[in-house]
């Protein structure tokens, strides 16, 4: 009987060893199975919020980018501290809480005695002497000139803020969001076309720029009324008691066009000279990026691309083709009502990258990314029109 109980006593004890043992080995598996997801799941969100060259520009999935650390980051705003107040950024956590980040757990800093404590320095001029940050600190250099305007950029810099979309934060002069990605048009009850001249207005007061944008507008001036209002036109032409907002409503209510042109044609440059147009319901005409850079942030076929004719003149024909047709220049305003204009809360989002571990370095060589020679071209980017 007593062999019997010690059998039995060794048999249940080989069935628990057996089972921790078991256990044991699951739960390593588990262990080993689960680290690889989160390095996994580390690399994938890496490759989201961080750019590679030519990438999109990652806004919404950097806005939903929910960091671990709660840590408090500070970030210094270096230089031009003017046109940070003017932008309305204070100092401290005003700034975060106002705009309601999703990650707020940032400051912000004018002092530079704090450069040696701040988690982010933030410069937006040209530097004379190089910046001695320790290993742990992170620069960005802030830039919304085109690279043609400031061709040149801080290349021992970490992180870049520009308006081309593979920045590190892209921070694009405007955005346009859909309700829904596969609704992009819907029928408009209003006439754009109502009231409205088969007109071109242009405000400019930079009467020399290099992408021959006055020089076409001159010669576009030949086959349709082209009004030049600023420094560059005639004195008899001003806007409303020299308002801007007036100068808009002016335009919005008498003219079908209005001539979007950047100072420069680089990569994805495309600054509020595109935003307001379509803000007031006039339909661009634009020179600046590429074709392809407005259709990745406008609302489709809002626009008329300069590239897209052989010279002033074909452009003009189109032009005048939709000055008794409202469908045809209606049809340019099926976006109206499908989405909105955005806040990219670029404070935001660096707040939330800071938090990130380990960071990776810049894609590129700075300075090569942001030369001129590469990411800009004298006049049409697709080749069809010139000047020379």
């Known amino acids: 009987m007593f062999c ?41 969100k890496q490759k989201v919020v961080f750019p590679t060259p030519g990438s999109g520009d990652r806004i919404r999935e950097q806005l939903e980018y929910q960091p671990i650390s709660k840590k408090i980051k500070t970030i210094l705003l270096l230089d031009e501290h003017n046109s940070w107040k003017a932008a309305g950024v204070s100092s401290g956590k005003e700034m975060f809480m106002k705009k309601k980040c999703p990650v707020n757990t940032c400051v912000i800093s004018y002092n530079p005695k704090t450069v040696g404590k701040a988690d982010l320095i933030v410069t937006r001029g040209a530097r ?29 810099a970490n992180w870049t803020a520009s308006y081309r979309r593979d920045s590190t934060l892209a921070a694009p002069y405007g955005k346009w969001e859909y309700f829904h990605e596969d609704v992009i048009s819907v029928a408009q009850q209003r006439d754009y076309s109502r ?24 010669k576009l001036s030949k086959y349709i009324p082209v009004d030049i209002i600023g420094r560059c036109g005639p004195e008899d032409i001003k806007c409303p008691k020299g308002n801007k907002t007036n100068c808009w409503k002016m335009i919005a209510s008498k003219y079908k066009f209005y001539l979007s042109f950047e100072n420069s044609n680089c990569v994805d440059y495309i600054t509020e000279k595109f935003w307001d147009a379509l803000t007031h319901k006039v339909l661009p005409i634009v020179m600046g990026a590429r074709r392809e850079d407005y259709e990745a942030v406008a609302p489709a076929h809002s626009f008329i691309h300069v590239d897209d004719y052989s010279s002033p003149e074909e452009l003009a024909v189109y032009l005048l083709s939709l000055q008794d047709n409202a469908d045809a220049y209606n049809e340019h305003f099926r976006w109206v009502g499908t989405g909105r204009f955005t806040d990219t809360k670029f404070l935001c989002r660096a707040c939330a990258l800071l938090h990130y571990p380990h960071p990776p370095p810049f894609h590129s060589d700075l300075q090569d990314w942001w030369d001129p020679q590469h990411s800009c071209t004298k006049e049409s980017w697709s080749g069809k029109w010139s000047f020379d």
């Open 4 to 44: 019997i109980k010690r059998v039995k006593s060794g048999f249940l004890l080989c069935i628990i060893t057996s089972c921790i043992l078991i256990f044991l080995v699951s739960h390593h598996q588990q262990l080993n199975t689960s680290k690889r997801d989160h390095i996994w799941d580390v690399s994938q």
């Open 195 to 218: 009231g409205r001249e088969a007109r071109v207005a242009w405000m400019v007061s930079n009467c020399n720029a290099r992408n021959k944008r006055l020089e076409f507008a001159h």
């Open 128 to 156: 004379e002497v190089k910046l001695d940050l320790n290993p742990e600190q992170i620069w960005l250099v802030y830039n919304l000139e085109s690279a043609k305007t400031r061709p040149w950029i801080d290349k021992q």
